[in-house]
């Protein structure tokens, strides 16, 4: 019997470079552009199938990101980090069923854009402070709540972290050792919430071989620039995103 896959040719013309972009995120190069992954398929599909979806690819690609950088990350902010960002995706199991996603989306998109504009015209100094810890607890519960919603968790967390001025490599594994918890832990309220179904888990199969393509072009390149450059390209996936979720959460017709 043939599995029963998503036929929709839009929906493969959208998500195909959409699983590419989220492997080349979660290569470490280009981190925001991973963001981008479910507003794009939304112009396919809804936004909770959306999400549905890329959960196997997330998985895998989430495990590839441990692989690369199990050495190269901060346990230290790790351990603040963690219980933060899994406290927001309580916060958004409880609220799913209430709240639009496309609206999530369009706030999420209009802090990020807040904080690149904020870095653009005050940029931080080299003696500048790290931002103050509450700060960064608000903004890692954020970042759970967005990424459970949307998958869309990167631009708030990185807004934190950022200024923290972390080697781009210890950057990049911090990043990637606290999105393969998070993305863990929401296997279990995506089941109760009844986004697991086959349609959706086989059409993530199908998927799931461009995934390594994207890991593949985004860690050829990640290693063979220098830091100024690695995160200028952070702040344009994060710029090019914080555009794209204000268009889907306040300006499209959809």
Known sequence: MALPLITDGLFYAVSIPAVILLGVSKSGFGAGFGSLA???????????????????????????????YRRDFDGRLLKFLLPFGLLGTVVGTLLFRLL???????????????????RVLFPPRSDSPPPPKWLGALLTTTSGFTSFVSHTGGPPLTAYVLPLRLPPVVFTGTMAVFFFFINLAKWIPYGWLGLLDLRN???????????????????KV?????????????????????????WDGFLSGR
């Open 201 to 219: 888990m086989a059409t993530s199969l199908a998927l799931l071989p461009f995934a390594p393509v994207g890991v593949f072009i985004g860690v």
């Open 100 to 118: 639009d996603a496309k609206l999530v989306a369009g706030i999420v998109g209009i802090f990020t854009l807040v904080f690149l504009a904020q």
């Open 222 to 246: 990640a290693r063979r620039i220098p830091p100024v450059l690695f995160y200028r390209f952070i702040t344009l996936g994060m710029l090019l995103t914080g555009l794209k979720l204000v």
């Open 38 to 68: 479910v507003p794009l398929m939304a112009l396919a599909v809804t936004v909770p199938q959306a999400a549905a979806i890329l959960m196997p690819v997330l998985f895998v690609l989430d495990c590839m990101g441990i692989a690369v």
